[in-house]
């Protein structure tokens, strides 16, 4: 164990890491809808959206690196490590999308009306947040189930 993504106090980084994904990603994708539905919301607390999506995202790479690491050690769970590559493609698209239109939504005077291509971008926006949250719990789903499953199957 010589990567700083081995280990924290004996405990596996990607152990400790990918509980910040399980939260920060869906926690981001909620407000990322909230930010589309509510113009009141997205005026007030859009950039702390942003914000929680961008150490989702950060989270989710330092989540897949150090899952790397353990497979060295423990060996691949193949299903769970092919998943959780895609996580920070996923993180990335919530967090690149959620920042785009809070920089653009913010800049329409008054806010009140959004112009139909706004509108457009806050539908993908919706979708990409609903996916965020599906491919985390197939993610933590996956790799719950490499873990729990063999210790399971012995008692």
Known sequence: MGSLLDSIAGLPVHALVVHAVVVLVPLAAVGAILMVA????????????????????????????????????????????????????????????????????????????RPLWLTLLGVAVIVVALWSIWWTFRVGHSGAEAVWKPIMARS
């Open 38 to 113: 509510a113009r009141g919301f997205s005026r007030r607390y859009a950039s702390l959206v942003v914000v929680i999506a961008g150490v989702a995202f950060a989270s989710a790479v330092v989540a897949k690196e150090s899952g790397e690491q353990l497979t060295k050690q423990l060996g691949t769970p193949t299903e769970h490590a092919a998943l959780g590559q895609v996580m920070p493609v996923v993180a990335l698209v919530l967090f690149g999308l959620a920042t785009v239109f809070w920089l653009v939504d913010r800049g329409i005077p008054m806010n009140r009306y």
